[in-house]
């Protein structure tokens, strides 16, 4: 059984009886207009953020996978992309951790010095006035850049954080993973910089950090 990062933020109870052959059969559940006008909301999003980005890229590193090409065919372009060293690689899908149970990929997968960090693209804003947030400009992907922003702080949205950690997780599965970089970007609704996680640093209860948390 392997599973994306979009179950560490739904009902734990669902996520089992869907993947445990034993638990009980489930309707599927009707289709919800507002869902599905969401989900094409955010698809179109990735899509704008993924042409511009494109434009900036473009000449200088920038691979793009057909996210609507089968997962096998999108896995081999992906590993493709990171062996050759790809500066930017837009709608990577990793290959499937088995042994963990993972799989999923990145909007973005960003090369650094190290190895590769995530940056997902999502339809929600991830900042509030104030000050503090680790941001640096749309097109700077390079996490590091970053510095404390004078007029944003971030906008709690554990999932982002969890989903981040999926990713670098398969990453390290996969052989690709920055070592000494431990983050992963997100662009929100507002698409007026790039926000940074750092992943191990302690930003939940008890001091735990976002990798601690996800593999809890």
Not at 11 to 25: I, L, N
Not at 194 to 204: G, M, R, Y
Request: with cysteine; aromatic share 4%.
């Amino acid at each position: 059984m392997v599973l994306d990062a979009g179950v560490v933020t739904r009902c734990r109870r669902r996520v089992h009886w869907e993947h445990d052959p034993a638990a009980p059969q489930l309707d599927p559940l009707p289709e919800n207009p507002a869902v599905e006008q969401r989900k094409a909301d955010a698809q179109a999003h990735r899509a704008a953020i993924a042409k511009l980005l494109a434009e900036e890229f473009q000449g200088s590193g920038w691979v793009e996978v057909p996210t609507d090409a089968e997962p096998e065919e999108r896995i081999a372009a992906t590993v493709a992309a990171l062996q050759q060293g790809v500066s930017v690689i837009s709608g990577g899908l990793l290959p499937v951790d088995v042994e963990a149970g993972r799989r999923g990929g990145a909007e973005l997968l960003v090369r650094t010095p190290g190895g590769y960090v995530p940056v997902i693209v999502v339809r929600h804003r991830i900042t509030d006035p104030g000050e503090g947030a680790l941001t640096t400009a749309l097109t700077d992907l390079n996490p590091d850049n970053a510095r404390e922003d004078p007029e944003r702080k971030v906008r709690s949205h554990p999932r982002d954080q969890f989903r981040l950690a999926h990713v670098v997780e398969l990453l390290r599965a996969a052989g690709y993973a920055d070592p000494d970089r431990v983050v992963g970007g997100v662009i929100g609704l507002d698409a007026d910089v790039v926000l940074w996680h750092d992943l191990l640093a302690p930003s939940f209860p008890g001091e735990k950090s976002t990798m601690q948390e996800y593999a809890e």
